[in-house]
Nanobody, 117 residues
Framework: QVQLVESGGGMVQAGGSLRLSCAAS????????MGWYRQVPGKQRELVAR???????NYADSVKGRFTISRDNAKRTVYLQMNSLKPEDTAVYYC???????????WGKGTLVTVSS
């Protein structure tokens, strides 16, 4: 079992910054992806960014150049630095741990990010 606990959401004005954190506990896997997804009411959850335990990253086109994902494997924590925030970044952000070798996905409870114009 894996538990994911997010922190760092909140309200910020457009152009501002926030940093999300997600700490994992429980089972440890040799290969995994940690990432962030976001969802607004009425829309599907979408990938924001993810990073492998080897450090390979990928980003949604909408956040490239503004968001940076990183992880500390020793702390089993993934971070999302969000700069130049826009109102359209407003969403509930969910931490995800994906284990491709066993086909499992684990999710945090989500943290709300609100960007005002």
């Amino acid at each position: 079992q894996v538990q994911l606990v997010e922190s760092g959401g909140g309200m910020v004005q457009a152009g501002g910054s926030l940093r999300l954190s997600c700490a994992a506990s429980g089972s440890i896997f040799a290969i995994d992806f940690m990432g962030w997804y976001r969802q607004v009411p009425g829309k599907q959850r979408e990938l924001v960014a993810r990073i492998t335990n080897g450090g390979t990253t990928n980003y949604a086109d909408s956040v490239k150049g503004r968001f940076t994902i990183s992880r500390d494997n020793a702390k089993r924590t993934v971070y999302l630095q969000m700069n130049s925030l826009k109102p359209e970044d407003t969403a509930v952000y969910y931490c995800n741990l994906n284990v491709p070798n066993i086909g499992m996905d684990y999710w945090g409870k989500g943290t709300l990010v609100t960007v005002s114009s």
